[in-house]
């Protein structure tokens, strides 16, 4: 019988394994949990591309700014809205006052999506 030293790289292996050994098996017995996480990566894909450009914001506001933005955006996506429609209404609201300022959380994408829904429940 052939033994391995406890600190080669085959038993650190061995132990990383066996201590995530509950999440490994977890989809085993639960089937909403994925095998892989590629879903997710590709849904964060585009903010990972765009970080190289937000090194060259010019500044630390302008760079907020574009985090913003961003999150916005792919919130908006993520709720399968159009960023356009939506930043192009949402932005119209702030600007003409129909919304107010303490009432800004009501064009949050999941908010917004909820308000566009209830005309047609409506008619």
Known sequence: MRTS???SSLAKAIRYTLGHWAGLGLFLTDGRVEVDNNTVERTIRPISLG?????????????????ILASLINSAK??????????????????????????????????????????????
């Not at 450009?53 to 574009?66: C, K, V, Y």
Request: zero cysteines; glycine letters at 8%; hydrophobic letters at 40%.
């Open 51 to 67: 970080r190289k450009n937000a090194l060259f914001t010019g500044s630390d506001g302008g760079g907020e700014t574009w985090a």
């Open 5 to 7: 030293s406890t600190k």
């Open 78 to 123: 993520l709720h399968n809205l159009d960023p356009q429609t939506y930043l192009a209404d949402v932005l119209e609201r702030i600007v003409s006052g129909r919304t107010k300022v303490n009432a800004l959380h009501e064009l949050l994408p999941w908010n917004w999506k909820a308000l566009q829904a209830q005309p047609a429940q409506a008619a």
